[in-house]
Nanobody, 120 residues
Framework: QVQVVESGGGLVQAGGSLRLSCAAS????????MAWYRQAPGKERELVAGVTTGGRTSYVDSVKGRFTISRENAKNTVYLQMNSLKPEDTAVYLCKVVATNVRTTRQFLFWGQGTQVTQG
């Protein structure tokens, strides 16, 4: 099993910044791709940004130029730097981790509990 723990959410003023962190831990697994999703009330869960083990990144169009995803492989941690926050960024932000069982080589998805980001 892999534990995924997010942190860094909160209330931020218009145009402000926040940095989210997501740490994955667990024995017997290697961590692969990591990503941030978000879900606002009444809306579907949306992929915000993703980063591969090799560092290749991708973003949803609405956050390009404002958000930056990065990772520290040695710490199995992914970050989301969010700048110029807008009201429509308000959501619960969730971290998704793809991990491979080193013994069976099967891949699994693990999710964190989420952290609330509110722009107000």
């Amino acid at each position: 099993q892999v534990q995924v723990v997010e942190s860094g959410g909160g209330l931020v003023q218009a145009g402000g910044s926040l940095r989210l962190s997501c740490a994955a831990s667990g024995s017997g697994f290697s961590i692969n791709d990591m990503a941030w999703y978000r879900q606002a009330p009444g809306k579907e869960r949306e992929l915000v940004a993703g980063v591969t083990t090799g560092g290749r990144t991708s973003y949803v169009d609405s956050v390009k130029g404002r958000f930056t995803i990065s990772r520290e492989n040695a710490k199995n941690t992914v970050y989301l730097q969010m700048n110029s926050l807008k009201p429509e960024d308000t959501a619960v932000y969730l971290c998704k981790v793809v991990a491979t069982n080193v013994r069976t080589t099967r891949q699994f998805l693990f999710w964190g509990q989420g952290t609330q980001v509110t722009q107000g």
